[in-house]
């Protein structure tokens, strides 16, 4: 059975921290993708990862930053966390054998005070 | 500026009634998924239409993907309250690497 987990289900930050949300999956897939979704918006791709070390920009990149040192997790980082980016933040993966399905996470809800 | 419009935003229903959810785009993608969201959950994967015209079934759930693969419709027969959910469509962008584009969601509640 397939496993995305993440590593909160519920923060509160203060403006200005830097804020690390992590996502583990279990499938061996290569790629890995972070999203924040908002009402009205839909999921919006934030940075992707094709594998292990690599990272492409999504839509919306500007305040993040990812890493993908082993190919089972994913990181989003805020570096200066603002109140705008309090989001539900959502982590996925697929494997292009997979075809263009993607498994998600039970997703972060980031309060940003 | 969204690529997917979904329609309509909200829905309320009484159980039993029919309903129909459209996703509209005038871009082309290689596939469009719908997902189920649940609170507190991750969307999970309902299903996948890969050619323009084609028609899928879930047992009361039908999905149609549009000739020229730019919309798609998900239509209910019969409510349940099981129903309830978050409802998203996502088209895979051909030459961004398959990269899925989200509508902004249909947001069902069904009324016993």
């Known amino acids: 059975d397939v496993k995305v987990t993440q590593s909160s289900r519920y923060l509160v930050k203060r403006t200005g921290e830097k804020v690390f949300l992590e996502c583990v999956q279990d499938?061996?897939?290569?790629?890995m993708f972070w999203y924040r979704q908002d009402p009205g918006l839909g999921l919006r791709l934030i940075y992707f990862?094709?594998?292990?070390?690599?990272?492409e920009k999504g839509d919306i990149p500007e305040g993040y930053s990812v890493s993908r040192e082993k190919k089972e997790r994913f990181s989003l980082i805020l570096e200066s966390a603002s109140t705008n980016q309090t989001s539900m933040y959502l982590c996925a993966s697929r494997t292009p054998q997979g075809g263009d399905t993607q498994y998600f996470g039970p997703g972060t809800r980031l309060t940003v005070l | 500026t969204q690529l997917l419009k979904q329609s309509p935003q909200f829905l309320s229903i009484q159980e039993g009634e029919n309903l129909t959810v459209y996703c509209n785009s005038s871009?082309?993608?290689?596939?469009l998924q719908w997902y189920r969201q649940e609170p507190g959950e991750g969307p999970v994967l309902l299903v996948t239409v890969v050619t323009g015209g084609e028609v899928k079934k879930l047992k009361r759930l039908t999905f149609q993907f549009g000739d020229a693969r730019k919309d798609s419709s998900l239509h209910i027969t019969a409510a349940q309250t099981g129903d309830t959910g978050l409802y998203l469509c996502a088209g895979a962008r051909p030459g961004a690497g398959n990269m899925l584009t989200f509508g902004g969601g249909t947001r069902l509640m069904v009324k016993p």
């Open positions: 990862s094709y594998d292990v070390k690599m990272k």
């Open positions: 871009s082309v993608f290689s596939s």
């Open positions: 499938m061996d897939h290569e790629n």
